[in-house]
């Protein structure tokens, strides 16, 4: 990568910083522009024309075979690219993947979320774990929890400028507090509720990493993330007859049309807002 394309690089990760993008945007604006620079940087940036773009892309499709979604990233760093340093609004949308119907969300069911806990034997991997699916969160949210976000006078869970930079308050399941008073008593951590071993943040990675392992042992059948905790969560709080619009509000879906992605339910019973986590 030549020193010219390194300084782009840093100059438009400063000016997302600037723009206060979350660091996750950031680094993922960054990768997917890093395939254009390099690609064009022999080219006056100036002057690349759709048609370029559009040659490029095909050029990634044919030899790279770039899913739907990073072909979205890249097109979407491009553009804030030329926007930031050209005060150019590029037109390519013809170029964006063709709109699909959302496919309904993949779910584990309440004995597969108990075959998934009873592999763990890590207290801190039970505790991320319950924590991912009491509350429905995500991965993101998780490793960005505090100590003083967890409330358990008023047995709430605070998230702190998630997505879409709003806080929420989410109940505290019992299970939950229960296994974070031993957690805490067994890690003593300082700052973040999870932290590594070096403290600060818990790796993503890692939580992708041994929820894979403890679903191989669970001979659970489906590929378990993360976000597939957060699918069930919501899953079952719509089973459980939660209202879909207090599911709408703990989950911070922008559009009810989300949250009616798990559920043909169309009247559901208002309850009180327990986590599903206690009714394992």
Do not use: W
């Amino acid at each position: 990568m030549c020193p010219n394309t390194n300084n782009l690089l840093s100059d438009f990760e400063a000016k997302l910083y600037l723009q206060r993008y979350a660091p996750s945007s950031i680094k993922t604006y960054k990768n997917a522009l890093t395939k254009f620079l390099v690609a064009f940087q022999r080219y006056n940036l100036e002057h690349v024309t759709l048609s370029h773009i559009q040659n490029f892309i095909h050029h990634l499709q044919a030899k790279h075979r770039i899913s739907a979604v990073y072909q979205k990233q890249i097109l979407a760093s491009i553009a804030k690219f030329y926007l930031l340093y050209y005060n150019r609004k590029l037109e390519l949308s013809p170029l964006y993947p063709k709109r699909k119907s959302n496919p309904l969300p993949k779910y584990l069911t309440d004995p597969e979320v108990k075959r998934l806990l009873q592999q763990c034997t890590n207290l801190k991997h039970e505790c991320i774990l319950k924590t991912l699916y009491g509350c429905g969160l995500r991965v993101s949210e998780v490793i960005a929890l505090k100590i003083t976000d967890i409330d358990s006078t008023a047995m709430r869970l605070m998230v702190r400028a998630a997505k879409g930079k709003k806080d929420r308050a989410l109940p505290l399941p019992l299970t939950l507090l229960k296994s974070l008073r031993q957690y805490y008593t067994a890690y003593h951590p300082k700052n973040y509720l999870f932290e590594g071993q070096n403290g600060g943040k818990y790796s993503t990675k890692s939580i992708q990493n041994f929820i894979k392992k403890y679903a191989r042992e669970a001979k659970i059948q489906k590929s378990v993330t993360p976000h597939i905790l957060r699918h069930s969560y919501a899953t079952h709080q719509l089973e459980n007859g939660i209202n879909i619009r207090y599911v709408q509000e703990l989950l911070r879906h922008k559009s009810i049309k989300t949250t009616e992605l798990y559920t043909h339910i169309t009247k559901v019973a208002k309850n009180n807002i327990t986590s599903p986590l206690d009714q394992l």
